[in-house]
């Protein structure tokens, strides 16, 4: 077995009206290169005639987001381009790269009826010699993911990038990188072996799970050891996990604000283009 290093609880912290917890970066973990940030949002319900998402245009440069969407939907709009809605059991996967200005915000269906809204944002760095790559968007909705089933169908498995037990991820990332998104029903359990040199991203959105025989509950991130080893999952509960794993670049990193570099020069220099206007123009 791999090794449990610690158990972090995601910290509340509220943006606006929006439920957010994050358990990375907190006092006790700042990151777990080459996973950077993750913020969780909801689970909670709107009413009709509400705000939506308050994540209006902004820049990055220099680092990659995953969006899972689990309740309620994300309209993504950039400076690229690329727009689209994406409702629950979608991705959304950008590669901000050499930089691009976008927004994050509800579809004007849901801000006219409401409804319930659970969406979780990782950020991923980018090695050094791609960070200032083109950038990229790719939505998919939850039909357009490759699925499978352990355990007898009690464990369903959502490849997003990667290889495991013979599926393929539907997205392809910019370094070596596995992520799935688990759905456990109550008493499924499955086990993986992850290579000792690979960093380990293990958030439990919801449920309560045994891993490596120690209780996790939901909204808690596990940290797991640098050693040979397979982690062993069983549910107690229904639950969703998100799990990755990656080499670590070894890379220095520098962030600040939307911005991930390896220098602070280069984050002045983000912050210099973005002003310059060399991030793309805004038309919507």
Known sequence: MRAIKKIHKAEYRPIADLVTYSPMPTRSLDHLDPFIFLNH?????????????????????????????????????????????????GVQYMTAGSGLIHAEVSSDEFKKKGGDLEILQLWLNLPADKKMMKPSYIGLQKEEIQTFELD?????????FGEW????????????????TIYLEKGGEFEKSISAEENIFFYLVSGTLIVNGEEVNFRNLVEFENQDGSISVEASEEAILILGHAAPFNEPMVAQGPFVMNTTKQIQEAYADYQAGKFGTWNH
């Open 41 to 89: 949002h909801g689970f909670q319900t709107y009413p009709s005639n509400n705000e939506g998402l308050p994540f209006g245009p902004h820049p990055h440069r220099g680092m990659e987001t995953v969006t899972f969407i689990l309740a309620g939907d994300i309209m993504h709009k950039d400076s690229s381009g690329h727009e689209s809605v994406i409702g629950p059991g």
């Open 152 to 160: 007898g169908g009690k464990v369903k498995v959502q490849q997003l």
């Open 165 to 180: 037990d013979g599926t393929e991820g539907a997205f392809e990332g910019n370094f070596p990188i596995t992520m799935s």
